[in-house]
């Protein structure tokens, strides 16, 4: 969807560059950076509908990333953006928790398709998050406070 | 199959099996130490039991010859002695008168021979020589025996019993005599051995064929008639030695310049008179019973001895045949080994170049595809360079393209892919490869038949990387007809329900592969293709697909005629893998894992 906002995490800053522009170009809100400890910071900063994550970095590498990334238990996606040579790694990213892969090189198309994939999954998500906390807070109102102790974060 | 133009000349180390003359140089040493632990020990142990027999019944058979001779000499004595007894005792119960009386030495004599003719005649004698009575066959009766030799023995000795010799009757005999006193009166009382019978009482000895049996008196003179050469009182050819033991045997060996060569003699000394007895018999007859059972023996050593190396002989080959087997084998296994380690290392290799090469064909993806966004959003008027930039664009993601399907091949190769195992109709399967390719085998004139069985069963196997075999080895029988102006390509399809599985065979009417490039061709990095052309990856990748595949892969190729290729793939996989392939997304998986 237009406007989703996207975190783009790869160490090749050309490639980075680039593909924030080709995403931008098609309407999304882009931020890159070019490490797995920078993409946490920007996620602890900020919300993110989907994250495109390379998974062979220098220093955190994409698993590790992925890991403090359900730690930090967001609704946000995340797609797996890889060298062919790590498909295996790819898989063990999907089981833990990345939504899907993607092999370089790819079409922007394709890779454009897989973000909207995400977001209409993280858009069920939290749909279905909030009509539970609807029915919740009908049922015992006071425990409103306890649902939403900040704004888009799961409980 | 396209791309790269590496020449990697990996070093053939192959454990050769060992060279046939050093199998055969085996078989000497086996057989030689089977001979030596078995064969010589049975060979001593034979000889020695042999020696020591032969040893024993040798003893044995000379003393029972040495008892025989004795006896006889005793027996021969013992006769002698009697014939004295029985004339003494005349001579002592009769006087010379009584004997001089008509008819009463007949009766005597006639007595004495009742049982035998042992006496030939009887004759009394005074102390002159002169004969007074006589019953013989012989005209006697006036011999005067004054100056005889045996005469003036008898007087002196009493008893007197003489070596052969002629006489007045000119005819070999001997005699015994007694002499009696009757006051100041002496007499002798003479009888003559018959020499007929003496010779049939001395000769009855069990000798055999080649025995006989004589006397001889102390100057070597024959007393009796020997069996073989020489008669009566003639001179013997042996000498006489006094010895020691009343009785001796000895044998003596053949080729011995002694006239007993090859003979076992016997000799005994009778005391009285001094004669000695010699028995002789062949030394062949003696012990013939003995060198019988030793030829028996020794046949019957040698043949076990014989079947004893004929048996090594062909359990050594038997077992350097087992050791050429297991060799052969092990030579192959360590092949199958270097393989998979070569496969396994460039493997590695092959996945990290991949990786770094898919990076910067992502950018070069990206910057195409943004100039195509710039491209769209600016007006350009001149067509021309509108249609080149666009072709342009569609060549960058054609050849972006390319190298990802190298890379793509590189990591297949080095099974970083997993593979996905699904129920396969071959038939359909080759049906459709065919298809693909028909457009370019067409065009470069090379037609494409298929020889397919009805009766397939489904196979479980991975199609796509089926599919990247087929491809390979189809191009490559393509490439194989460069040069020839038309050419086929079968595809055929055979069950077989022994083996589990299905054989594809691929056969193409190419070039060939030169023999000496056979070993090799499964070899990463190995190619003909001139540089530029092949990677030298495509009929590796096959090889490390069917593998995995659990199937095989082998080749026939007759240069100038054309190259086989045939595949086995069982009809299961006996261990699953866990499948899953490279685009696919979670929500497609067959793995159970996941």
């Known amino acids: ?45 900020d919300d993110f509908d989907v994250v495109v994550l390379d998974l062979k970095m220098p220093g955190m590498d994409g698993i590790a990333t992925l890991k403090e990334i359900k730690k930090l238990d967001l609704f946000t996606q995340t797609l797996i953006l890889t060298g062919h040579g790590s498909i295996d790694s790819a898989l063990d990213a999907v089981r833990l928790g990345a939504y899907d892969y993607l092999t370089k090189p790819c079409e922007i198309d394709d890779l454009v398709s897989k973000i909207e994939c995400a977001w209409q999954k993280k858009d069920e998500h939290v749909k279905e998050e909030m009509q539970e906390n609807v029915q919740k807070i009908i049922e015992s109102p006071h425990s409103v406070f306890d649902l939403y102790p900040s704004k888009d974060k799961k409980k | ?50 020696i020591h027999y032969t040893y024993f019944a040798q003893t044995r058979i000379v003393n029972a010859f040495e008892e025989q001779v004795a006896n006889h000499g005793r027996f021969i004595e013992q006769f002698l002695r009697e014939q004295s007894t029985k004339l003494r005792l005349v001579a002592d119960t009769h006087s010379k008168k009584d004997l001089r009386q008509p008819g009463s030495l007949m009766n005597i004599f006639e007595t004495m021979n009742r049982e035998q003719p042992y006496i030939m005649d009887l004759g009394v004698i005074d102390q002159l020589g002169n004969h007074l009575a006589y019953i013989g066959p012989y005209d006697l009766l006036d011999k005067v025996y004054f100056h005889e030799d045996w005469f003036k023995q008898v007087m002196q000795k009493g008893l007197y019993i003489s070596d052969m010799f002629m006489g007045f009757r000119q005819e070999p005999h001997f005699i015994i005599a007694v002499l009696r006193r009757e006051g100041d009166d002496q007499w002798i009382l003479r009888a003559t051995i018959n020499t ?238 065919v298809d693909l390719m028909e457009r370019e085998t067409k065009t470069s004139g090379i037609r494409l038949l298929t020889d397919l069985d009805p009766d397939l069963p489904a196979i479980q196997s991975d199609s796509s990387q089926l599919q990247q075999v087929f491809l390979n080895l189809i191009t490559n029988a393509v490439d194989a007809h460069e040069g020839k102006p038309y050419g086929s390509i079968r595809i055929s399809t055979r069950y077989d329900a022994d083996a589990r ?37 495509g009929l590796s990748i096959c090889y490390s697909i069917i593998r995995q595949l659990k199937g095989n892969i082998t080749v026939k190729s007759e240069p100038g005629e054309g190259t086989e290729f045939i595949i086995f793939l069982p009809l299961t996989l006996k261990e699953k893998e866990n499948g899953e392939s490279g685009q696919s997304g979670p929500d497609k998986t067959s793995d159970p894992s996941m």
Not at chain 2, 524 to 531: D, E, G, L, R
């Open chain 2, 501 to 537: 599985g299905i054989f594809l065979s691929i056969a193409d009417t190419g070039t060939g592969i030169d023999s000496k490039h056979l070993d090799r061709i499964f070899d990463p990095f190995f190619t003909t293709k001139p540089v530029g052309k092949g990677t030298g990856l």
């Open chain 1, 1 to 45: 969807m237009k406007g989703s906002k996207i975190l783009l995490v790869d160490d090749e800053i050309v490639f980075t560059t680039n593909m924030s522009r080709l995403l931008v170009n098609r309407g999304y809100q882009v931020t890159a950076v070019n490490s797995g400890d920078a993409a946490v910071q920007e996620l602890e900063k």
């Open chain 2, 196 to 433: 007929r019978v003496f010779r049939t009482l001395v000769e009855n000895m069990r000798i055999g064929e080649t025995g006989e049996v004589y006397l001889v008196n102390t100057q070597g003179v024959y007393q009796t008639t020997p069996r073989f050469g020489g008669s009566i009182m003639d001179q013997a050819d042996v000498a006489v030695e006094p010895f020691k033991d009343p009785v001796s045997v000895e044998v003596f060996k053949k080729n011995n310049t002694s006239p007993f060569s090859g003979q076992v003699v016997g000799r005994y000394w009778l005391t009285h008179p001094e004669w000695m007895l010699v028995v002789k018999q062949a030394r062949s007859e003696t012990f013939e019973e003995m060198d019988r059972a030793r030829f028996v023996n020794l046949v019957f050593l040698h043949l076990s001895a014989l079947s004893i190396l004929v048996a090594a002989i062909f359990i050594t080959r038997y077992m350097v045949g087992i050791i050429r087997k297991r060799d052969d084998h092990a030579a192959r296994l360590n092949n199958q080994l270097m393989q998979a380690s070569k496969l396994a290392s460039i493997g590695e290799l092959s996945a990290g170049v991949a990786h770094e090469i898919n990076n910067p064909v992502a950018i070069i993806m990206t910057e195409r595809q943004l100039l195509l966004d710039q491209f769209q959003q600016t007006t350009i008027e001149d067509p021309a360079f509108k249609d080149q930039f666009l072709s342009s664009m569609d060549q960058i993601a054609v050849q972006s393209q390319r190298c990802k399907r190298i890379t793509h091949n590189l990591l297949r190769f080095s099974r970083r892919t997993r593979s996905m195992i699904e129920s396969i109709d071959l038939n359909r399967f080759v049906a459709e490869v």
């Open chain 2, 1 to 50: 199959m396209n791309g790269h133009e590496i020449h990697t000349m990996t070093p053939d180390i192959t454990l050769n099996p060992p060279e046939k003359n050093s199998y055969r140089y085996l078989f000497r040493r086996f057989t030689l130490l089977t001979v030596v632990c078995s064969i010589v020990p049975l060979l001593l142990v034979g000889w020695g039991l042999n």
